[in-house]
C-alpha cells in the first residue's frame, strides 16, 4: 500500500513539474515572438529611411551600406531563431544607425524632411520597445535555465530533453565623434569650402567654375 502511495506522489510530482517546464518553455517562445514582431516592423522602416536619405546623402553611400548589411543580418538571424547573430547583428545596426543620425546633423535639408523626423521617431520607439522585451525574454530565460538545473527538477528535465536557451545579448556600441565637416569639406581653396556648405546643384557649377580658363573665369564673373 505504502508502495503505491510514494508511486502516486513520485507520478503527482512529475506531471506538475513537467506541465510546470512546458509552461516555461512556453514563455521564452512567446517573448521571442514579441521580439520577432518588433524586429520585422523596425526593419519595414528602415528601406524607408535609407530611400529618404539618398536624397540628400548621395555622397554617404558606405555609411548607408552599412545601415542596409545590419538589417540584412539582422533578418537572417530572425528568420534562423538564430540567438547569438542576433546579438551582434543588432549591435551592428546600432552602431551604423548611430552614425547614420550623427552625419545626417550635417544636412540641414534633410533634418527638416518631415518623412526623415516620422521614420527616425518610429524607428527609436520601436527599438525602445525591442529593449523593453529583451528584458523580458531575458528573465523568461533566466527562469528556465535556473529551472532545468535545479534538483529535482533537473530529473523531468533530462528524461523530456528540455534545454537551455541563450541570453539576448547587444553588446554595447563603441560610437565614434563622427567628424561631420571632414565629410564636406574638399581640397581646395575659398571654392572648396563653399562646395562643403551648399547643395549638389550648385556643387556642380562650382566645380565648372574651377575648371574654366582665367579668361572664361573672367566672362563668368569670378574674381580671383
Same mark, same amino acid.
Given at each position: 500500500?505504502?508502495?503505491?502511495?510514494?508511486?502516486?506522489?513520485?507520478?503527482?510530482?512529475?506531471?506538475?513539474?513537467?506541465?510546470?517546464?512546458?509552461?516555461?518553455?512556453?514563455?521564452?517562445?512567446?517573448?521571442?515572438?514579441?521580439?520577432? /514582431?518588433? =524586429?520585422? !516592423? &523596425?526593419?519595414?522602416? +528602415?528601406?524607408?529611411? #535609407?530611400?529618404?536619405?539618398?536624397?540628400?546623402?548621395?555622397?554617404?553611400?558606405?555609411?548607408?551600406?552599412?545601415?542596409?548589411?545590419?538589417?540584412?543580418?539582422?533578418?537572417?538571424?530572425?528568420?534562423?531563431?538564430?540567438?547569438?547573430?542576433?546579438?551582434?547583428?543588432?549591435?551592428?545596426?546600432?552602431?551604423?544607425?548611430?552614425?547614420?543620425?550623427?552625419?545626417?546633423?550635417?544636412?540641414?535639408?534633410?533634418?527638416?524632411?518631415?518623412?526623415? /523626423?516620422? =521614420?527616425? !521617431? &518610429?524607428?527609436?520607439? +520601436?527599438?525602445?520597445? #525591442?529593449?523593453?522585451?529583451?528584458?523580458?525574454?531575458?528573465?523568461?530565460?533566466?527562469?528556465?535555465?535556473?529551472?532545468?538545473?535545479?534538483?529535482?527538477?533537473?530529473?523531468?528535465?533530462?528524461?523530456?530533453?528540455?534545454?537551455?536557451?541563450?541570453m539576448l545579448r547587444f553588446a554595447s556600441?563603441?560610437?565614434?565623434?563622427?567628424?561631420?565637416?571632414?565629410?564636406?569639406?574638399?581640397?581646395?581653396?575659398?571654392?572648396?569650402?563653399?562646395?562643403?556648405?551648399?547643395?549638389?546643384?550648385?556643387?556642380?557649377?562650382?566645380?565648372?567654375?574651377?575648371?574654366?580658363?582665367?579668361?572664361?573665369?573672367?566672362?563668368?564673373?569670378?574674381?580671383?
Amino acid at each position: 500500500m505504502i508502495f503505491y502511495i510514494v508511486l502516486a506522489v513520485i507520478l503527482i510530482y512529475f506531471i506538475m513539474t513537467y506541465n510546470s517546464l512546458v509552461s516555461i518553455k512556453n514563455n521564452v517562445e512567446k517573448a521571442w515572438a514579441n521580439i520577432d /514582431v518588433l =524586429l520585422k !516592423q &523596425r526593419n519595414d522602416e +528602415l528601406p524607408k529611411l #535609407i530611400d529618404t536619405c539618398k536624397v540628400y546623402m548621395a555622397h554617404e553611400s558606405q555609411t548607408l551600406e552599412k545601415v542596409i548589411s545590419a538589417r540584412m543580418g539582422v533578418d537572417a538571424a530572425r528568420e534562423t531563431h538564430d540567438v547569438a547573430g542576433l546579438s551582434k547583428a543588432e549591435s551592428a545596426l546600432t552602431s551604423s544607425l548611430g552614425i547614420l543620425y550623427a552625419v545626417a546633423e550635417g544636412y540641414p535639408n534633410l533634418k527638416a524632411d518631415q518623412t526623415f /523626423v516620422n =521614420l527616425q !521617431q &518610429r524607428i527609436t520607439g +520601436l527599438e525602445n520597445q #525591442i529593449a523593453d522585451r529583451r528584458e523580458f525574454y531575458n528573465d523568461s530565460v533566466n527562469n528556465n535555465n535556473v529551472r532545468i538545473t535545479q534538483f529535482p527538477d533537473l530529473i523531468v528535465a533530462a528524461i523530456f530533453n528540455f534545454e537551455r536557451k541563450e541570453m539576448l545579448r547587444f553588446a554595447s556600441a563603441e560610437l565614434k565623434d563622427v567628424d561631420v565637416s571632414e565629410r564636406h569639406r574638399r581640397p581646395r581653396g575659398r571654392q572648396a569650402h563653399l562646395i562643403g556648405q551648399v547643395d549638389c546643384p550648385l556643387q556642380d557649377a562650382c566645380r565648372v567654375a574651377e575648371a574654366a580658363s582665367p579668361a572664361e573665369r573672367g566672362a563668368l564673373g569670378i574674381v580671383e
